[in-house]
């Protein structure tokens, strides 16, 4: 099934397949090849395609140095630990683990914040004096009863009610 080729998508084709129709995507090589073979542009496009290639196979091929890869291998970013030999990794499982959990970096800041914030937690949460009546450590039931009595009030001073607890009038 042959579709009608645009010259856009040949200039596509050709500036990243080159201009060797034996690269081009099988799908849509026939369109390709009858556009080139009954449009004046298109046989421009690739003879300057075709110019770039031979400029390319001209050129002598560079191997890279082993200095050169070795830059490159240290520099790339690394998801796991290095092996040594016999296929063992420097670090240990636990480490693998924070890696893939955490890999931006040192997990210090991360595991520090969030042993700071449940520390802040249970700190706040028992000094609240409900804390204290839950826990028992208050041994009358008044104690109870005058914190609840507190955050009613507490609760009609922070909604502005216009009628105020007798205590705060005098």
Not at 93 to 104: A, E, F
Not at 144 to 166: C, D, I, K, M, R
């Amino acid at each position: 099934m042959s579709t009608e080729m645009k010259l856009e998508r040949l200039a596509e084709i050709v500036e990243a397949y080159g201009a060797s129709t034996s690269r081009w995507p099988l799908a849509e090589r026939e369109a390709a090849q009858a556009l080139v073979a009954r449009d004046r542009q298109a046989r421009a496009l690739v003879d300057e395609a075709r110019h770039l290639d031979s400029i390319l196979d001209a050129s002598p091929e560079s191997i890279p140095s082993e200095a050169l890869v070795a830059r490159i291998m240290a520099a790339r970013p690394r998801a796991l630990p290095e092996t040594v030999a016999g296929g063992k990794t420097r670090t240990g499982i636990w480490r693998v683990l924070v890696q893939i959990v955490w890999p931006y970096g040192s997990p210090a800041f991360p595991a520090g914040a969030l042993v700071a914030s449940v520390a802040l937690g249970i700190g706040l949460g028992m000094a609240s004096p409900v804390a204290v009546g839950a826990l028992g450590l208050s041994s009358t039931a008044t104690a109870s009863a005058a914190t609840s009595e507190a955050g009613e009030q507490l609760v009609a001073f922070a909604l502005a009610e216009n009628e105020y607890p007798e205590d705060w009038t005098k």
